[in-house]
């Protein structure tokens, strides 16, 4: 976000001019600057508006700025500043590495670390700077800790090129965000797969019964297709993963038409670049769809229900990763509710059992 004319402190000796219905900006430089720079005192014409990079360069370059009484533009990048740092990372290599999806979420919250601690020593965020950043977004927290990851990332690859000493971000908990949204049932997809349009379910159906992110579904293509695998490049992970074709996806293939380079497409025929979110929540408005209603329902749903569902037929945490690409530990977060169940139905057993 640039900075408003009434957040600017200005130079001395420039001010505006309406003349037409429009605003000149001049610099009229008083009579010692004059024989600093052995000019007449005459105004000098300044281009622009001092909401634009133009405006600064231009009295930079005619003199206008004393660095001693420390009028800087607000667009000058300073040494070890949060402006600074944001731009080197976003010009180094690691974060060029990162998948188009992660850059553009982390550029969308670099701007608002620039806008609170731009001309701000990285050095001198602290973990209670870090906390009411924290607090400010506490109503929305899987936004809350999201920024803060990415902030700790920012700080972490500034830390050893000498921005910052430590990380503060180390020293902040995450907020509670509950067990994140919900699987869908075998009784929900069977609902839905019996009432949403064939172009609709194709998705949902690739989605379940691969485990991927609905990204990458939507990028496979038809040559992604061989010897009865799927081959996908996980947009986020950059992991090749070789997926056979589950016996209940195969007719969903057959029937798809070959429109396009891209497996899933539209009810245009084209594929999906957009659209997809609105897409789903039109199919569960439909009167039909009655009963999904009041459920949480969303695409990412089918890949935790894939696999809640592989650790239900008793996959290793091995198997599962194989197929969904997920680290161990978010295995270990879904296979809690299965084993919970498990455990729960065997318990009721033995306790059936013992009143025999």
Not at 15 to 20: D, G, H, Q, S
Not at 58 to 81: C, N, R
Request: proline letters at 6%.
């Amino acid at each position: 976000m640039s900075p408003t004319k009434t957040q600017m402190e200005l130079p001395a000796g420039v001010t505006p001019v309406r003349a037409r219905g429009r605003v000149y900006w001049y610099w009229r430089p008083n009579r010692k600057a004059a024989q600093k720079h052995r000019e007449k005192l005459i105004s000098v014409r300044i281009p622009g508006e001092p909401t634009d990079p133009a405006f600064w360069e231009e009295l930079e370059k005619i003199g206008a700025l004393d660095p001693e009484k420390e009028v800087a533009s607000p667009f000058k990048v300073l040494k070890g500043t949060m402006a600074a740092l944001v731009e080197a990372y976003q010009a180094s290599a690691h974060f060029n590495n990162l998948a188009d999806k992660t850059k553009h979420e982390y550029r969308r919250y670099h701007g608002v670390f620039v806008d609170m601690w731009r001309d701000v020593k990285v050095s001198r965020i602290r973990p209670k700077h870090v906390l009411e950043l924290q607090e400010a977004h506490a109503h929305t927290p899987y936004k809350a800790n999201y920024m803060i990851k990415c902030l700790s990332a920012l700080i972490a690859w500034g830390v050893p090129r000498e921005y910052a000493d430590n990380n503060p971000c180390r020293e902040v908990k995450s907020l509670r965000t509950g067990d994140g949204w919900e699987p869908w049932s075998w009784d929900q997809i069977n609902h839905f797969k019996a009432h949403a349009a064939p172009h609709i379910w194709a998705v949902a159906a690739f989605c379940l019964y691969t485990g991927q992110r609905i990204g990458d579904v939507l990028n496979m293509k038809w040559t992604d297709i061989r010897n009865g695998m799927i081959s996908v490049k996980q947009e986020k992970t950059r992991k090749p993963i070789f997926i056979p074709i589950h016996d209940d996806l195969q007719p969903v293939i057959d029937r798809l038409p070959r429109t396009s380079v891209n497996i899933l497409t539209n009810s245009r025929g084209v594929p999906w670049k957009s659209g997809w979110n609105v897409a789903l929540r039109l199919q569960l408005d439909k009167p039909e769809m009655a009963p999904l209603s009041e459920d949480r329902l969303v695409t990412h749903g089918l890949r935790k229900s894939a696999c809640c569902f592989l650790a239900e037929c008793e996959c290793t945490d091995a198997e599962i990763q194989a197929i969904t690409g997920h680290s161990k530990g978010m295995v270990d977060h879904y296979r809690k509710g299965v084993n919970q169940v498990k455990l729960a139905k065997n318990a009721i057993l033995k306790f059936s059992r013992k009143r025999e």
